[in-house]
């Protein structure tokens, strides 16, 4: 089912892949999150990571959405707002859809970081089970203030219509580590050595963070990748999600 709409906004609208064989005891979920700096990008991006999903879970559902991209009038926090939507959207369809109440979320870059920020910041209608964190950014405050590129402060500017300084309380409220706690959902994070478009020490940061808190995780770190990667590397992440989604998501 493609194009489903989940808000009245023309870009609120996800893609279903439900299998044949589903019940709403063990049918479990996958919601996915494209990237693209917030401003830009689409459900279609994700499209061979669906095809490796579907061959790999098959009897998974799996719901690929889009969201308001960050452009005036919708800046920060639209995209959040939009991904608590689609997740009680889904929720609410389970009887319908004859799907579980077992969530996992997967983003990449700017969609992981919504995935973290819905996994860590809310737990009704539902708490994920799992998160698979693709190079997302995960502090907002540092990414400005410590930029791995010049693009990257004038991107932020433009998605929040703010600085830390003007307006910290959106760069706080938005920061996926600010609300990791000890109840924080399975975490599995990807990232890759040469990233110049969200920094290691994203990734680093939050690992830290978790660790702390004693929050169940998984590091998973490829050296010499940058802003995503293909290839072995690639197959390698989809096996290290499938063991960790087959613990977690249960």
């Not at 459900?43 to 452009?71: M, T």
Request: charged share 15%; glycine share 6%.
């Amino acid at each position: 089912m493609l194009n489903v709409s989940y808000g009245t906004n023309a870009q609120q609208k996800m893609d279903l892949y439900l299998p044949a064989s589903r019940s709403a005891t063990n049918t479990k979920v996958i919601i996915m999150i494209h990237g693209g700096a917030w401003n830009a990008g689409d459900k279609a991006h994700f499209n061979e990571y669906v095809d490796s999903l579907k061959k790999r879970e098959p009897f998974y559902a799996i719901f690929n959405i889009n969201y308001r991209l960050a452009n005036p009038p919708d800046i920060f926090p639209a995209q959040e707002q939009d991904i608590k939507a689609a997740v009680e959207f889904v929720y609410n369809k389970r009887q319908e859809y004859q799907i579980s109440d077992k969530f996992a979320l997967i983003g990449a870059s700017a969609g992981a970081h919504l995935a973290l920020l819905q996994g860590y910041k809310y737990s009704t209608p539902v708490k994920p089970k799992a998160i698979i964190d693709f190079f997302g950014p995960t502090d907002l405050v540092a990414l400005y203030n410590n930029p791995p590129n010049p693009l990257v402060q004038a991107l932020l500017l433009a998605v929040t219509g703010s600085t830390p300084t003007t307006n910290n309380t959106i760069y706080s409220q938005s920061s996926p580590i600010n609300y990791v706690s000890s109840q924080s959902p399975p975490t599995m994070i990807l990232h890759g050595g040469t990233d110049i478009v969200v920094s290691p020490s994203q990734c680093f940061a939050l690992d830290t963070n978790l660790f702390i808190s004693g929050v169940t995780h998984q590091y998973v770190f490829y050296p010499t990748e940058g802003h995503g990667w293909v290839g072995a590397n690639l197959t390698d992440s989809f096996n290290k999600i499938q063991a960790f989604l087959a613990i977690y998501v249960n």
